[in-house]
């Protein structure tokens, strides 16, 4: 599964630990894989990414409405899909990136995991952890990758340690993911999200309810987004447009760049430079910068309280303004006044445009 190398706009948590309990077993529909009593499986031989699953499994009796899964080293995806085509499947593969037999597979997972699917009253539960988690990765280490297929109203917990976390077509109540090192692709999705990364890029597109994203290391990109959105990176850029409804949008290193905003934006950056172009107005507009330069553009029609200070601040057009200006301040109120804009250019310069 290949991911952008950057993003576009910031960004919570998922810990698996699902136990079934039920003394009426004839009512479960439960699939449970465990090693070394392996149970029947269907072997796919269609290609992925030029790797046939090591195990597929059908799910499409299950009437699915929550999908938890973790794993250790490998990628988890989510997609949604008409009720017919549900199902599971699993890849395997040496951390080393050897060959192995399935035979070879096996063995491993028996002596070194547990690997278990379970399905039970519109839960399905996958784990693949190590024995052993205390220990080091070594030489019979594997990638367990999980490719969830599920019906668009499913929501979701999904953790792992060094994989990315894949989401496309779901719109269930929430959605909620994390892993230590991997990317996050969220692609049309109008479930609530909360997602979070250690070290990976973000990048989100046509997100429709409240988004809530994280990364320590990477970029952010966000497209064709709506609802309440916080969006955050402590090393990366920002890069967002299209966005509608609330947006909180930070980074402590990098640059923002945001355009075609109709929105309520909060957005600062510590190290880089910040450009925003509004194309209308949301409640409130605020924009903070420790260290470079700030480039608004903001639609001229409308009325503002302008509170305007850096190093050096420069305006177009300023007109039906009343209050004070200098070269470091720009206080007052335009066209009457109204929607409140505060930007802190701190040693930066602000420049504003009007159109």
Not at 31 to 60: D, H
Request: hydrophobic content about 30%.
């Amino acid at each position: 599964m290949q991911f952008p190398d950057k993003g576009r706009v910031a960004a919570a948590s998922a810990a698996v630990n699902h136990v079934l309990h039920s003394s009426n077993l004839h009512k479960m529909k439960k699939i449970l894989l465990v090693f070394p009593a392996l149970l029947t499986i269907c072997l796919l031989q269609a290609q992925r990414n030029g790797q046939a699953p090591y195990l597929t499994k059908s799910l499409t009796s299950d009437g699915l409405k929550e999908v938890r899964a973790e794993t250790e080293g490998g990628n988890v995806s989510l997609q949604g899909v008409d009720p017919s085509q549900a199902r599971i499947e699993v890849y395997v593969w040496a951390d080393n990136n050897r060959e192995l037999s399935r035979d070879e597979i096996k063995e491993r997972l028996e002596s070194y995991y547990d690997l278990s699917i379970e399905s039970d009253h519109g839960v399905l539960t996958a784990k693949a952890i190590r024995k052993n988690r205390e220990g080091a990765w070594n030489k019979h280490s594997l990638g367990i990758s999980f490719s969830i297929y599920a019906p668009v109203g499913v929501s979701c917990d999904l953790n792992t340690s060094g994989g990315n976390v894949r989401l496309t077509n779901l719109s269930g109540e929430s959605e909620h993911f994390r892993t230590s090192g991997g990317n996050l692709d969220i692609r049309q999705v109008s479930s609530k999200i909360n997602g979070e990364t250690s070290g990976g890029n973000i990048n989100i597109d046509q997100g429709k309810q409240d988004i809530d994203l994280t990364t320590s290391g990477g970029n952010v990109e966000a497209t064709h987004c709506s609802g309440r959105i916080r969006l955050k990176t402590s090393g990366g850029n920002v890069d967002g447009e299209d966005i509608n409804g609330d947006l909180s949008a930070s980074t402590s290193g990098g640059n923002v760049t945001l355009n075609r905003l109709s929105c309520s934006l909060e957005t600062s950056t510590s190290g880089g430079n910040i450009h925003v172009r509004m194309d209308a107005l949301g409640k409130f507009l605020s924009v903070h910068n420790s260290g470079g330069d700030i480039d608004l553009q903001l639609p001229g029609n409308q009325g503002m309280d302008l509170k305007l200070t850096g190093d050096k601040v420069s305006i177009d057009r300023l007109v039906n303004f009343s209050g004070k200006k200098t070269e470091e301040e720009i206080e007052g109120k335009m066209n009457g006044g109204g929607i409140p804009i505060t930007v802190d250019g701190n040693s930066g310069r602000v420049r504003i445009e009007f159109k």
